[in-house]
C-alpha cells in the first residue's frame, strides 16, 4: 500500500511577495535598506540599550528577517558601529553649519565645544564602543572613523580661517595644537563625567561657553 504524501514540502516553499511586503514597508527599497536599518538601529539603542538590543529585535523592527539583517552588517558591533558612523556624519554637517552661521570666533567655537561635549556624553555606550571596536584598533589610521573625525576637528581651523587667524604665529601654539587642546580638553571633561555617572548633570551649553573663553584667552584670540 503506497504511503501518503507529506505536506511539509510545499510549506517549505518561501513566498517572495510577503517578504518584499514587509521589508520595503519598513526600511524602503534596495539602495535605501541600509540607511533605513541604520536609523532603525540608532532608535533602538538609544530606547532600550546597546546591551538589551538584539540583532533580532533590529531585524523585526526593520521588517526583515533576522537572515536578511546579516547581509549587511556582520554582528552587532559591526551594526552600532556603522550607526555611530551616521551620526557622526550627521555632526560633521552641523559644524560645517555651526563655522558657516558664526558671527564671531567666540560664538564658532562655543557651538563646536558644544557639539563634541554632546555626542560623548549623550550616548555613553556608544562612545565606549566607539573607543574599544573603531579608535582601539590598528587599522585606525586609514578608518572611515578617523577620516570623519578629522573633518570634524578641522573645523576648528575653518573658523579661524574666518575669522583672521589662517597664518600662523611666530610664537605659541601652533593652529594644530589649538585644535587638538580644544577637542582634546572637551574629550576629558566629557569621558570623565562618563566614567563618574554625572553625565547627566553637565550643562553643555554652559561648559562649552567656559570652556572657549578659557581657549580663547590663553591662546591670546581675542
Known amino acids: 500500500m503506497p504511503k501518503p504524501q507529506r505536506a511539509e514540502a510545499k510549506i517549505a516553499t518561501p513566498r517572495p511577495a510577503r517578504k518584499t511586503r514587509a521589508a520595503t514597508s519598513a526600511v524602503g527599497a534596495w539602495g535605501e535598506r541600509e540607511a533605513g536599518i541604520l536609523a532603525v538601529a540608532e532608535d533602538l539603542f538609544l530606547r532600550n540599550g546597546y546591551e538589551n538590543t538584539s540583532m533580532a529585535a533590529v531585524a523585526a523592527a526593520a521588517g526583515l528577517s533576522e537572515g536578511t539583517l546579516y547581509n549587511y552588517f556582520r554582528n552587532k558591533n559591526d551594526l552600532v558601529i556603522r550607526s555611530g558612523l551616521a551620526v557622526l556624519e550627521r555632526r560633521v554637517e552641523a559644524a560645517q553649519q555651526a563655522v558657516r552661521e558664526a558671527g564671531s570666533l567666540r560664538e564658532g567655537l562655543e ?63 601652533t593652529r594644530t595644537m589649538m585644535r587638538d587642546m580644544v577637542f582634546g580638553g572637551s574629550e576629558h571633561i566629557g569621558f570623565t563625567a562618563m566614567i563618574q555617572k554625572r553625565a547627566d548633570r553637565i550643562d553643555v551649553e554652559a561648559t562649552a561657553k567656559i570652556l572657549a573663553d578659557v581657549y580663547l584667552r590663553g591662546f591670546g584670540l581675542e
Open 111 to 173: 557651538r563646536l565645544i558644544g557639539l563634541h561635549l554632546s555626542a560623548i556624553i549623550e550616548d555613553d555606550e556608544k562612545y565606549r564602543i566607539w573607543l574599544r571596536e573603531v579608535r582601539g584598533v590598528k587599522s585606525y589610521r586609514r578608518s572611515a572613523g578617523r577620516d570623519a573625525l578629522a573633518r570634524f576637528a578641522n573645523q576648528f581651523v575653518a573658523l579661524l580661517d574666518k575669522f583672521g587667524h589662517g597664518q600662523e604665529r611666530a610664537s605659541g601654539p
